[in-house]
């Protein structure tokens, strides 16, 4: 592969045999998560309406995301003299992590290869589990470095979000969602590289062709979202946006792909729809979201609002992978957002100080 996309999309996608083939294989190494009926809040407030709105609770999944699921499967791939040559990886925190995760697992080395702003709390997560970290200026010049050690070291890249082995880890969270909460009308998935939502949709699609998937990224890193306007993987040239994990640079041929194929639609959302769907995750459903985790339900806050009124929902919760200080600045933020769309404004402050809530450091709580 190649530091960029090749512009033909595949047409190959994971066969449901194939995804419940590799559910029986990572089965007992990965959980089983939980999915939660949402009433409370927000929910039980503005979305009474006959629908029903479920969360699928992977940010409780082994290491704090879903990445372990297409980590593993790719490792288990891997032959005995490709796992002594080790793996390599790229990214900003939680692929490195379930790679540095399952490398330890399988007993082979693993070298992970992130920009310089990724999350100290995650490059020290990905040293505590054994892996040689590389810090590099930016996510383009990672990917490079990343391909140069494939080829000097020989060692296996477990790419972030491309291609089948990954997309049929991803597909096993679809196909446990649709044994939860049979007659599903939605599905609605964060997008970073697209990986995720390839594979989820995927095995949604080919288990009930009438639930829709929607893909969710933010304004500051759409790729997908320009991709399906034009019809071909595209490269971003900058990405900004809270939500460090969905900063892929680019979208690539298989995931764009299988995407294309069974995503009904790419929304996007704004940061501070991100901030704000953290604050009601957190207080409604007392979940520590990372934004890119929270992106779906800013959707379906959001651009998917009318859409989805009156159906019944899933939403992917997908990442946990936050340090608390980061975690309550964003609550602030998406708390400043809400009030400002109210009238009269409330002071989320006192009303949390009730109730309860996250400490600041200036003695505040939200
Ligand atoms: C928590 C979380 N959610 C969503 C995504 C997006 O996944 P993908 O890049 O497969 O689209 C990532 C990617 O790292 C992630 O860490």
């Keep these: 592969m190649s530091t960029r996309p090749s512009s033909a999309p595949s047409d190959a996608y994971p066969s449901l045999a194939q995804i419940r083939d590799t559910a029986d294989?990572?089965?007992?190494?990965?959980?089983?998560?939980?999915?939660?009926?949402?009433?409370?809040?927000?929910?039980?407030?503005?979305?009474?309406?006959?629908?029903?709105?479920?969360?699928?609770?992977?940010?409780?999944?082994?290491?704090?995301?879903?990445?372990?699921?297409?980590?593993?499967?790719?490792?288990?791939?891997?032959?005995?003299?490709a796992r002594r040559r080790g793996v390599v990886a790229v990214s900003a925190g939680n692929h490195a992590i379930a790679v540095a995760y399952t490398a330890r697992l399988a007993g082979c080395s693993a070298t992970v290869v992130m920009p310089q702003h990724a999350s100290p709390a995650r490059i020290a997560a990905c040293r505590e589990l054994g892996a040689h970290v590389l810090l590099m200026p930016n996510v383009h010049q990672a990917f490079a470095r990343g391909r140069e050690i494939e080829r000097d070291e020989a060692r296996s890249m477990l790419h972030p979000y491309d291609g089948p082995l990954t997309a049929q880890g991803t597909a096993t969270i679809g196909l446990e969602l649709m044994a939860q909460v049979p007659a599903l009308d939605a599905v609605v998935v964060p997008v970073g590289g697209g990986g995720?939502?390839?594979?989820?949709?995927?095995?949604?699609?080919?288990?009930?062709?009438?639930?829709?998937?929607?893909?969710?990224?933010?304004?500051?890193?759409?790729?997908?979202?320009?991709?399906?306007?034009?019809?071909?993987?595209?490269?971003?040239?900058?990405?900004?946006?809270?939500?460090?994990?969905?900063?892929?640079?680019?979208?690539?041929?298989?995931?764009?792909?299988?995407?294309?194929?069974?995503?009904?639609?790419?929304?996007?959302?704004?940061?501070?729809?991100?901030?704000?769907?953290?604050?009601?995750?957190?207080?409604?459903?007392?979940?520590?979201?990372?934004?890119?985790?929270?992106?779906?339900?800013?959707?379906?806050?959001?651009?998917?609002?009318?859409?989805?009124?009156?159906?019944?929902?899933?939403?992917i919760v997908c990442g946990s992978n936050i340090d608390a200080a980061r975690f309550a600045e964003l609550l602030c933020r998406g708390a400043r957002v809400r009030d400002g769309e109210k009238s009269p404004p409330a002071d989320p402050f006192m009303q949390a100080d009730a109730g309860g809530g996250l400490p600041l450091a200036s003695g505040r709580r939200v």
């Design 196 to 315: 995720l939502c390839a594979g989820i949709a995927a095995a949604v699609k080919q288990i009930n062709p009438a639930c829709a998937v929607y893909g969710v990224e933010p304004f500051g890193a759409d790729a997908l979202y320009r991709s399906f306007q034009s019809g071909a993987p595209e490269t971003l040239e900058r990405v900004d946006t809270v939500a460090d994990s969905l900063g892929a640079p680019y979208a690539m041929a298989y995931s764009f792909g299988v995407c294309r194929r069974f995503v009904d639609q790419v929304v996007r959302v704004t940061d501070d729809q991100i901030c704000r769907a953290m604050l009601h995750l957190f207080r409604d459903a007392k979940l520590v979201a990372e934004p890119a985790a929270a992106v779906a339900t800013a959707a379906l806050l959001g651009p998917l609002r009318d859409r989805l009124a009156g159906k019944r929902v899933a939403l």
């Design 25 to 81: 294989r990572l089965a007992g190494t990965i959980l089983h998560t939980p999915v939660w009926r949402w009433q409370t809040g927000i929910i039980e407030d503005e979305f009474c309406d006959g629908g029903e709105v479920w969360l699928k609770l992977e940010l409780f999944q082994k290491t704090g995301t879903f990445k372990l699921r297409g980590a593993l499967n790719c490792i288990a791939a891997l032959d005995a003299a």
